[in-house]
Structures are given as structure tokens and as C-alpha cells.
């Protein structure tokens, strides 16, 4: 079975931008005939953001071949 690729985490990633958006827009609660229910944490949410961000960033990086420094060692 393959990893996660590239558009999977950036689909990812815009879904949870898109519900972080939403509760800004609409707020994390509401009420309808006085009972309260609540939509999502924002908190999670914007882990969740910070998860997807990291793995397309990772995705993006490994696909053009970048490892990370390389050292050279004298004899």
C-alpha cells in the first residue's frame, strides 16, 4: 500500500482550512430552541492545519530531490 501523496495532503489540508473558515464566518456554537451545540474545537482544528501544512511541506520537499545539509569530511 503507497503513503500519502502530495494531493491527498494538500486535500487535506484545504478541507481544514475550509472548517477553520467556517468557524470564523459562523462561530463555534449556536443555539436553536435554546439548546446549544457546538460545531467544532478550533483548537484541534488548527492542529490539524499545522499536521497537513508540515506533511505537504515534507510531500513538496522530497519531490524535488532536497535531503537536508550535506557535510563533507577531511581525510
Known amino acids: 500500500m503507497a503513503g500519502i501523496t502530495l494531493a491527498q495532503a494538500q ?15 459562523r462561530g463555534q456554537t449556536y443555539t436553536i430552541n435554546g439548546r446549544s451545540l457546538g460545531r467544532a474545537n478550533l483548537r484541534e482544528v488548527r492542529e490539524s492545519i499545522d499536521y497537513w501544512n508540515e506533511k505537504v511541506k515534507m510531500l513538496t520537499s522530497s519531490g524535488t530531490g532536497r535531503r537536508g545539509p550535506r557535510y563533507a569530511v577531511g581525510e
Open 11 to 25: 486535500a487535506k489540508l484545504d478541507a481544514w482550512l475550509a472548517a477553520e473558515t467556517a468557524i470564523a464566518e
